[in-house]
């Protein structure tokens, strides 16, 4: 039985097709028969993975957070403004004359009249709002290189399909395998030009795979500069269309030809084939003659070795004839064996000779198994199948031995081959999958609804990592491998066409904060000289909030308006401070005269005569009110002073604490009626009566409660506090009505006078 001719199989790169295309190496029936053999080789273009059509440079977000410290108020009588949370490192600009301010209810226990609040001093400078804004280029993203996928997607162009491969092209040397990556377009197809002329067709096709995916890397980043040259112009990306390009239409005229020539290739192929077919039945019609001639023994064998070398050399021949022509050749070449056995001598050295060429077949065919690429393995194998059908019979004796050997190891190569491309086609099965999650993550994001600029900076940066993750993962099966890959590209143009859209409307908004802003400074201006200090300082707190709460501006301009806004704030702020320094000398002079007042009353004897004893207390009150303020960091320090001098001389006067604090009250009241304003009398009493309202509430809540924790556990423990706090509450109610009867039956003499 003649042997089917084994064709290569597809390189290592190519896709899973080319591994179902593959024979999975089942030996023949017959002996001296090769492995079936396997599909013809497809040309298996390298499938490539998108890039996203933005390719700009990402910046990284600023993301400072705008905040402001509210100028504080001048005046004792203005409210502070609320703090404002500031960014690291921002200055406060002013104290709050509000904290400055002593409240004359904690100064004394007796204050004979209300003296005018006094200005507090300021800092100099206002404070610093830190600015959210943004840079020109925020926004744009630095994605991963597509650069080589982007053109070999274009090069995919039916302009530029070159047809499966054939056997010549597959056997085709790789030449000096140019490098056409350093060279501009139009070297790039002066080589294609070049090639066609000089070269046969069949022999450029590994250049001409090289050349379109280098001119389009070319063609890819010149549109895409354009193309931010169109933006930055301000044109609508939407109605940019490319500049035609006049190299790129002639490199589509050089590939026409190429495929015209090709096309003449391959068809002259086929007619050659039918020559060759015509061609080798004709040996095998003068194979039949020679086998019953009368020549001589060795003219005979010397014809038969010229038609052995012709048909070797005539070439293949189409593939629906291989079969029945190679088992016709064979059997005439067995009977010419048998024609000539009458002459052994020669027979037996023909027949020895085939021998050891079908051994040293076998030992090649066994140091292929342990070749480490199975692709390379297979391939030579079907060189050696061919040299093993071309090689005469052996001695009978020899001939299943050696065919077992052969094909033993044969099979291995075939099963090594068939196992590789399996797991192949599962490992790009396995990609497909992870491509497809990579998918869905982009399309996620790429529906998300508005989000805000650090989400859309941080969603940037996941993109980032998603592309570098895309192009770790290898090949999907062929099939489906561009299907993916513009699944994923047109999420990626989606995200960061939404990005671009977003960022477009930032801007916008930008310049309108920037005229906000000017606005604003405007007003600051106009105001820095005013001297009416309560008025002006609190319109530069509502312009500090306002400014605050207006959005960014482009970092361009941020410094220079806010160095404006600041510098006339300062320059307020600053007048303001030195108008209100002398009021510190009076503070420190109030320090010490209250410093000598507290050594006097220290020294005094309240021991002697009460009533004495109470004028002279009272007498001490007044002065302490009458010297006024004293300096910030000072007034808690003084303030415990006074009450302890106060405490200790009321210790004097009364023996029990109860006394003692009722004994004050008197004091205090007894103030209250020398000073003309009798308002202050009527708020102290309704004070009182509110306050004994509001214990009557808190008695009656907490006798309700004894109820509910009369069924929970650790009852007796809580019921025994609550009873404590309703005795404190109804003891502390007594003394105040009593404080309250105190200022009515001075009001009663009051009236009868």
């Given at each position: 039985m003649a042997k089917t001719k084994e064709t290569s199989v597809p390189q290592e790169q190519v896709g899973v097709n080319a591994a179902e295309d593959a024979v999975k190496g089942t030996a023949p029936a017959a002996p001296e028969t090769g492995v079936e053999k396997p599909a013809r080789k497809r040309s298996v273009k390298k499938t490539v993975e998108p890039a996203t059509t933005v390719k700009a440079k990402a910046a990284k977000p600023s993301t400072a957070k705008t905040a402001a410290k509210e100028a504080s108020p001048a005046e004792s009588e203005e409210k502070p403004a609320p703090k404002a949370k500031t960014a690291p490192k921002a200055k406060t600009v002013a104290k709050s004359a509000a904290t400055a301010k002593e409240t004359?209810?904690?100064?004394?226990?007796?204050?004979?009249?209300?003296?005018?609040?006094?200005?507090?001093?300021?800092?100099?400078?206002?404070?610093?709002?830190?600015?959210?804004?943004?840079?020109?280029?925020?926004?744009?993203?630095?994605?991963?290189?597509?650069?080589?996928?982007?053109?070999?997607?274009?090069?995919?162009?039916?302009e530029f399909d070159m047809g499966e491969e054939s056997e010549a092209e597959t056997s085709a040397e790789a030449g000096d395998d140019t490098d056409y990556s350093g060279k501009s377009k139009e070297e790039i197809v002066a080589a294609m030009e070049s090639l066609l002329k000089t070269k046969p067709v069949q022999a450029i096709r590994r250049d001409a795979e090289k050349i379109k995916i280098a001119f389009y890397k070319l063609h890819k980043a010149e549109a895409e500069q354009a193309r931010k040259a169109f933006a930055e112009t301000g044109g609508d990306l939407a109605e940019f269309v490319p500049q035609a390009d006049a190299m790129e239409g002639r490199l589509k005229e050089l590939f026409a030809e190429y495929r015209r020539k090709r096309d003449e290739y391959i068809s002259g192929l086929e007619k050659a084939k039918e020559e060759n077919y015509k061609a080798k039945l004709?040996?095998?019609?003068?194979?039949?003659?020679?086998?019953?001639?009368?020549?001589?023994?060795?003219?005979?064998?010397?014809?038969f070795r010229e038609l052995q070398r012709r048909w070797k050399e005539q070439g293949i021949v189409p593939q629906t004839y291989v079969k029945d022509l190679w088992e016709t050749y064979n059997h005439h070449v067995e009977n010419f064996y048998n024609f000539i056995k009458i002459n052994k001598e020669l027979r037996d050295l023909d027949l020895k000779k085939n021998y050891e060429a079908k051994i040293a077949l076998c030992e090649e065919a066994e140091a292929l198994v342990l070749e480490s690429s199975p692709v390379n393995s297979f391939n030579k194998l079907q060189k050696l199948h061919e040299e093993w059908r071309e090689t005469g019979p052996v001695a009978m004796e020899y001939k299943e031995q050696l065919w077992d050997r052969f094909r033993e190891a044969s099979l291995k190569i075939n099963k090594r081959h068939q196992e590789y491309y399996e797991g192949l086609k599962a490992e790009q099965k396995h990609n497909l999958e992870l491509k497809a999650e990579l998918c869905a993550k982009v399309e996620e994001m790429s529906s998300q609804g508005s989000m805000s600029r650090k989400e859309w900076n941080k969603a940037s940066n996941k993109l980032l990592e998603i592309q570098k993750m895309w192009k770790t993962i290898g090949f999907a099966p062929k099939k489906d491998n561009a299907k993916i890959y513009e699944r994923f590209r047109k999420a990626c143009d989606s995200f960061f066409e939404n990005k671009r859209g977003y960022y477009s409307q930032l801007k916008a908004e930008m310049e309108e904060n920037l005229n906000v802003k000017n606005e604003i400074i405007a007003l600051a201006e106009s105001i820095k000289s005013s001297e009416e200090w309560k008025k002006a300082t609190e319109e530069f707190i509502a312009l500090q909030k306002r400014w605050k709460e207006i959005g960014p501006v482009s970092r361009r301009y941020s410094d220079a308006v806010w160095k404006k806004f600041r510098g006339a704030a300062d320059e307020f702020f600053e007048r303001k401070s030195k108008f209100f320094s002398e009021v510190d000398?009076?503070?420190?002079?109030?320090?010490?005269?209250?410093?000598?007042?507290?050594?006097?009353?220290?020294?005094?004897?309240?021991?002697?005569?009460?009533?004495?004893?109470?004028?002279?207390?009272?007498?001490?009150?007044?002065?302490?009110?009458?010297?006024?303020?004293?300096?910030?960091?000072?007034?808690?320090?003084?303030?415990?002073?006074?009450?302890?001098?106060?405490?200790?001389?009321?210790?004097?006067?009364r023996g029990g604490e109860r006394e003692r604090s009722f004994d004050r009250f008197k004091g205090k009241v007894a103030g209250m009626r020398e000073n003309p304003n009798q308002g202050r009398l009527r708020h102290e009493r309704d004070k009182l009566y509110n306050k004994v309202k509001q214990l009557e509430s808190d008695i009656a809540v907490l006798e309700n409660n004894i109820g509910f924790f009369a069924k929970s556990k650790g009852a007796e423990a809580m019921i025994k506090e609550v009873n404590n706090k309703i005795e404190r509450a109804k003891e502390e109610m007594a003394q105040t009505i009593e404080k309250i009867k105190l200022i009515d039956q001075g009001e009663s003499k009051d009236g009868s006078k």
């Open positions: 004359p209810a904690k100064e004394a226990a007796v204050k004979p009249a209300a003296k005018p609040a006094a200005p507090a001093k300021t800092k100099k400078t206002a404070p610093k709002v830190e600015e959210d804004d943004l840079d020109d280029n925020e926004g744009a993203v630095n994605q991963e290189d597509f650069s080589e996928e982007d053109a070999a997607l274009a090069a995919s162009a039916p004709g040996i095998i019609e003068e194979l039949k003659e020679l086998i019953g001639s009368s020549e001589t023994m060795e003219h005979t064998f010397t014809a000398n009076k503070y420190a002079e109030n320090l010490e005269k209250k410093r000598a007042l507290l050594d006097e009353m220290a020294a005094f004897d309240f021991g002697g005569e009460k009533e004495k004893g109470f004028e002279a207390l009272k007498e001490f009150q007044r002065r302490w009110m009458e010297i006024g303020f004293v300096p910030m960091k000072n007034k808690e320090e003084m303030q415990n002073k006074y009450r302890k001098v106060v405490d200790a001389a009321f210790a004097k006067l």
